[in-house]
């Protein structure tokens, strides 16, 4: 047993000050707020550890190289599959070994791997099935973020079921039940990584085999998750072939649960946000990249007030900063709503903190029974000073967190994590290497 001493802690009721913590292995065991200073002392505020509810962990390596000439999402997405097509399992580990250690160091402690990139060139299996699933586990591992893959099926280039082009081969088992069989052989062999389903996109998984990762994820019991109307396109084809939106095709199919959550849905119709609340589903809403691509501004107080629960992700790391995202939200609806105020910053920390949307229930909250994981922010930085407590994740940056505990160990010390000495030199040089 640890007995920590925090200065200021957000708490499920809200902020609390002098709070002694106790943990024992990997859970907390109590929490006392007024307490004189005991133990190890956390000055600052300790908040629990933030979520990261979809990443594509290899579009980390496109960040500020997309922004000459303009262009578009599609123009963006070219360079994307360029990216895609020179990965191997031992680069793709390289990279995603340091992109988790930079996700760790803003304060994340879990990470949602929307991971569709599954084959070696021309959609040729390797000799493991799984070998690129495993190095991304290898990655998250060495860099000690919980991990949740969220094995994404993509069988096709269009909503009209046209066949996978070019690196979209490398995507493909080919149909939804080799997808299915490929997922059944796979096994992580650690605590800190559970296993969940994607369908890609209504573009990508014909309709007549969306039932098949519905009813997989349905009887494994995990999460499924699907990127949504991230562009009007999208409902455009999806409305001309099936006569229904993105969202309607996928509740026709079963797949609009309490379990589902639909990425980005930055296009619904009414009736969408209708169907999605009414299914108690939830929706990842990725502020930093929506505004990076030109995607448009989410309806996210729409949604919540519907009865859908929101998360947030970095999906391509154009910004790795769960304080970007968390404001995001807000910040957005602002624009949209030229008023403030849409979302409180207790509501703003629980869409930041929603471990639930992968499969971890039990994380999230400083509370009696809850996994351990921590993060500490320095109240005293340039940007930080004087803000209240429950302000704070409002005005912090990702270099304002100063340690990180997962699963009771800490990762991050004084701003350094124990397992990656100089991440950043590492990561210029792995990218500087993968597109050369």
């Not at 088992?173 to 650690?190: N, Q, V």
């Not at 959550?261 to 589903?281: Q, Y």
């Not at 602002?334 to 949307?357: C, D, K, N, Q």
């Not at 990702?398 to 990561?427: C, F, I, Q, Y």
Request: charged share 20%; glycine share 12%.
């Amino acid at each position: 047993m640890t007995t920590y001493w925090c200065e200021h802690a957000l708490l499920p009721d809200g902020p609390a000050d002098a709070v002694a913590l106790r943990i024992d292995d990997d859970r907390i065991t109590g929490v006392t707020p007024g307490q004189p200073r005991q133990g190890t002392v956390l000055t600052g505020l300790v908040t629990p550890g933030f979520a990261n509810a979809h990443s594509h962990a290899f579009h980390r390596a496109l960040r500020g190289r997309t922004h000459s000439g303009g262009g578009t999402f599609f123009t963006w997405r070219e360079r994307m599959y360029a990216v895609a097509q020179r990965l191997d399992p031992v680069s793709y580990y390289r990279l995603a070994r340091l992109v988790y250690t930079e996700m760790v160091l803003a304060g994340f402690t879990s990470v949602g791997e929307f991971h569709y990139l599954h084959h070696g060139p021309g959609g040729v299996s390797y000799s493991d099935p799984n070998a690129l699933s495993h190095a991304l586990v290898a990655a998250a591992g060495d860099a000690g973020i919980r991990l949740t893959l969220l094995d994404t099926c993509y069988l096709a280039s269009g909503v009209d079921g046209t066949a996978p082009e070019g690196v979209q081969q490398r995507y493909s088992d080919g149909d939804a039940d080799a997808w299915a069989e490929r997922l059944a052989e796979f096994r992580s062999g650690s605590p800190l990584v559970r296993v969940g389903a994607a369908i890609h996109s209504v573009r990508a998984v014909p309709a007549g085999q969306l039932p098949v990762p519905v009813e997989w994820a349905r009887a494994h019991g995990v999460p499924l998750h699907a990127h949504v109307s991230e562009q009007t396109g999208e409902n455009d084809e999806c409305l001309a072939v099936h006569g229904r939106t993105p969202t309607g095709l996928l509740a026709d199919a079963g797949a609009v649960t309490q379990d589902f959550v639909g990425v980005h849905v930055t296009h619904p119709s009414e009736t969408d946000i209708g169907l999605l609340g009414t299914a108690g589903a939830g929706v990842c809403l990725c502020p930093t990249t929506e505004r990076d691509l030109g995607d448009g501004i989410g309806p996210g107080r729409r949604l919540a007030d519907a009865g859908v629960s929101l998360s947030v992700g970095t999906d391509s790391h154009a910004v790795v900063d769960p304080f970007e995202e968390m404001r995001g939200v807000e910040m957005h609806e602002r624009l949209a709503a030229r008023a403030r105020g849409l979302f409180s910053p207790a509501e703003l920390l629980a869409a930041g903190t929603r471990h639930a949307h992968l499969g971890w229930s039990d994380v999230g909250a400083i509370a009696p029974g809850a996994q351990a994981d921590l993060v500490r922010i320095a109240t005293d930085t340039p940007r930080t000073a004087g803000s209240e407590p429950l302000g704070v994740p409002l005005s912090a940056f990702a270099s304002d967190v100063r340690d990180v505990m997962v699963a009771g160990r800490w990762l991050v010390r004084d701003g350094r994590h124990k397992h990656a000495a100089n991440p950043a030199t590492e990561l210029a040089a792995e990218i500087k290497e993968l597109l050369r």
